[in-house]
C-alpha cells in the first residue's frame, strides 16, 4: 500500500468514525506509530483531519462526537475485564496491539506464567518485567513490529495455551474477528486455535469498522470482551454465537 492510499484510507475512518487513534492506525495498516503521526499531520495540513494528542478527529468534530468516556478509560475496562480470565498457571498466548500491550503490563512475574507472543514490543516489555516469555519463530513482517509467516504457524501448531488474547481490527458486518492482512489472520487462527478457551478484546469503535481479513468466525471464539461504547445491534447479531462480555 502507498503512503497515499493509507492516508486516503485514514481519511475515510475519520469522516466514518469520527476521531482515530495512532495506536490503533499502527495495528491496522501495519507500520510504526511515528509513520502514522506523520500521516495525521499530512492530513492536519490539507484540511482532512484536525491533529490531536494521540490521534486525530474529523474536521469539524465538536464536542458532540467526543464519546462520552474517555478512550483510555474504555480500554483499561476491557483490559481489567480480560485479567478476570487470566490463568493461575500455564502459557497465555498474546496477539499485539494496544489492547493486549495493555493487558501485558498487567502481568507479573510473580504470577508464574509463559507468555507466548507475535509482538517484538510486548515481548520487550514481559522480558524486562521478568516475565517467562517466548517470541513466535518465523519472519519480521513488513511494515510491522510482528513476527508471522510459514515458520511462525508451525510453531502455534505444536502449543497448546490455556487461554489466548487476541486483537480485533473491526468485526461490523463480518462473521468474525479481523485483521488487516492475510499474514496477521494467520497468526491469529493460530493462536486461536491453539487455546483451551481464546478472547478476542475489541474497543467499541471496533464494532464500526470494516476489516478485509476475518481470522475466525464468532463460534470458534470463546469470548468477546468489548467496551459499552459497542454497537448495540452489532453485538445482538452475536447472540447464541459467542459469549460476549461488556466491560463498564
Excluded at 493509507?6 to 495495528?27: E, K, P
Excluded at 507475535?118 to 510491522?144: A, F, K, N, W, Y
Aim: aromatic share 4%; glycine share 12%.
Amino acid at each position: 500500500m502507498t503512503t497515499e492510499e493509507r492516508r486516503r484510507r485514514i481519511a475515510r475512518l475519520l469522516i466514518d468514525a469520527g476521531r482515530v487513534q495512532v495506536g490503533d492506525l499502527s495495528m491496522r495498516f501495519g507500520v510504526s506509530c511515528e509513520t502514522i503521526r506523520k500521516d495525521l499531520i499530512a492530513l492536519d495540513r490539507q484540511g482532512l483531519a484536525k491533529k490531536e494528542h494521540g490521534g486525530a478527529s474529523a474536521p469539524g468534530a465538536g464536542r458532540d462526537a467526543i464519546p462520552e468516556r474517555g478512550e483510555g478509560e474504555a480500554s483499561l475496562c476491557i483490559v481489567e475485564k480480560a485479567c478476570e480470565y487470566m490463568p493461575a498457571s500455564g502459557i497465555v498466548m498474546l496477539g499485539g496491539g494496544p489492547l493486549c500491550t495493555l493487558l501485558a503490563q498487567r502481568i507479573e512475574a510473580e504470577q508464574g506464567l509463559h507468555v507466548l507472543t507475535d509482538s517484538l514490543d510486548i515481548g520487550l516489555l514481559l522480558i524486562e518485567r521478568g516475565v517467562q516469555t517466548s517470541i513466535l519463530g518465523g519472519e519480521l513482517l513488513p511494515g510491522s513490529r510482528s513476527v508471522g509467516g510459514l515458520w511462525a504457524c508451525e510453531s502455534l501448531s505444536r502449543v497448546r495455551a490455556e487461554v489466548s488474547f487476541l486483537p480485533t481490527g473491526a468485526f461490523v458486518g463480518r462473521n468474525g474477528p479481523c485483521a488487516d492482512t492475510f499474514a496477521q489472520a494467520l497468526v491469529a487462527h493460530g493462536m486461536l486455535s491453539g487455546a483451551h478457551k481464546s478472547f478476542v478484546l475489541a474497543d467499541g469503535v471496533s464494532s464500526r469498522r470494516i476489516a478485509p481479513i476475518e481470522y475466525a468466525s464468532w463460534e470458534e471464539v470463546g469470548c468477546l470482551i468489548v467496551d459499552s461504547s459497542a454497537d448495540t445491534a452489532c453485538l445482538d447479531a452475536l447472540i447464541g454465537r459467542t459469549e460476549v462480555q461488556i466491560a463498564y
